[in-house]
């Protein structure tokens, strides 16, 4: 299943480490090429035999050792890599890489690659709660970072609560559902809007949103990575699009309607994240409006309403949409899904730290059409944007 992939498995040092000894042999039993390093620490827990033995490559545990070819071993295993699992990650690695410190050869190689790399914690649940490094962990994963969750139970140190190392099991198919999304989406066309829109009271004022545009250019950016063809059609924002993707830029609702209703039926998968503006000045003055009396009344009619529209003709096409609420937000979101003719929608509470407009990191809800509700911890956009993409695989499956 893994034929062809390169998977660099970093090991510190906790008691976790002997079970990272059976993540390697389940990988390397579906054909990955493993490599592992290990930290100082983590030789103390496991022989480096152990894992030489099973991934039958050389196992790495000092930056200056001899080299076993004549090659940079930290930058040709971040260059060959697809993959990056630091499992168990301690409290010390994922304060190393948040803070930029490379002094060894796994935290080397992190700050030397661009492929994804997958943090999977496991300390003791007041190390892992300690405000210090739940902002290590939300800073990575800002950036992009993967985080698997710890599991909460029983500890080696005698207490119990959340800290503790997932299966092996569980770790490998988190793995592999990683590794699968490199091309799981070839052949298939998404068309994305993204951003706000702009309504022009005159030729200096206009009536808008905080949406950054960031979640929408994620979406697209991570359907690119996975192999589709792409459009994005986006409202002004301050980010440099996509590359690889078709981008048109629009300004007003009405602008996004059209260029979204002449384009969707050539698209397999409708994904609409922009911030829409509910309405739009009647009419629009052709000089700034100046200062007189004490109040401006603006007289406002509705603008089309994009995905409702997209809802009535979508046929076969799967169609998600976003719902930002501050109050009832499941209610809220259910509404729309069922109104809209949506195949799932996002539902995010906008109030929450760490969600909503102009941040790196979103809290979501997903919720299907069948009724069904998947719900994200913070992750960073990229990371949703990834999950979402599953989910709309599953949907079109069945």
Not at 27 to 53: C, W, Y
Not at 62 to 85: C, G, N, R, T, Y
Not at 231 to 237: F, I, N
Not at 312 to 334: P, Q, W, Y
């Amino acid at each position: 299943m893994l034929k062809g992939k390169t998977v660099v498995v970093g090991v510190c040092g906790g008691i976790a480490a002997y079970k990272s000894v059976e993540i390697v042999s389940r990988l390397n039993k579906l054909g990955a090429d493993v490599h592992v390093i290990m930290t100082a620490n983590a030789v103390k827990f496991v022989a480096p035999l152990t894992f030489r033995s099973i991934c039958h490559n050389p196992v790495i545990t000092d930056m200056f050792e001899e080299p076993k070819v004549w090659d940079i071993q930290h930058i040709s295993l971040a260059q060959k890599a697809d993959l990056i699992v630091v499992a168990p990650a301690t409290a010390n690695i994922i304060g190393k890489v948040a803070g930029g410190i490379a002094d060894d050869m796994l935290s080397t190689t992190i700050m030397a690659a661009d492929c994804p790399v997958l943090f999977v914690p496991a300390m003791n649940n007041k190390m892992y709660e300690n405000p210090i490094v739940q902002g290590n962990i939300n800073k990575l994963a800002s950036l992009g970072y993967l985080f698997m969750e710890p599991e909460t139970g029983l500890m080696a140190c005698g207490t119990s609560g959340k800290g503790r190392f997932p299966s092996p099991e569980t770790i490998v198919d988190y793995v592999k559902g990683i590794l699968k999304r490199s091309s799981d989406y070839e052949g298939l066309k998404i068309l994305v809007t993204a951003g706000p829109t702009r309504e022009p009271i005159d030729p200096v004022r206009y009536i808008s949103n905080h949406s950054s545009g960031k979640m929408g250019y994620a979406v697209a950016k991570a359907a690119l990575d996975r192999g589709a063809a792409v459009k994005l059609v986006t409202g002004p924002v301050n980010i440099t699009p996509p590359t690889g993707a078709e981008t048109i830029c629009v300004t007003s609702a009405v602008d996004m309607y059209n260029e979204v209703m002449k384009s969707y039926e050539s698209f397999d998968i409708l994904v609409m994240v922009a911030a829409v503006a509910d309405y739009r000045c009647v009419t629009v003055s052709e000089k700034k409006i100046k200062k007189s009396g004490e109040n401006l009344t603006l007289e406002l009619v509705k603008n089309p309403d994009i995905a409702a529209e997209l809802g009535k003709v979508k046929g076969h096409r799967i169609m998600i949409g976003f719902s930002a609420e501050t109050d009832n937000l499941l209610d809220n979101a259910a509404s729309k899904l069922a109104s809209k003719n949506m195949d799932m929608v996002v539902a995010n509470d906008v109030t929450l730290e760490g969600a909503g407009f102009g941040v790196d990191t979103n809290i979501v809800k997903l919720i299907k059409r069948d009724g069904s509700r998947i719900d994200l911890p913070v992750m960073s956009k990229e990371d949703v944007a990834h999950r979402i993409l599953d989910e709309v695989l599953s949907i079109r499956n069945g």
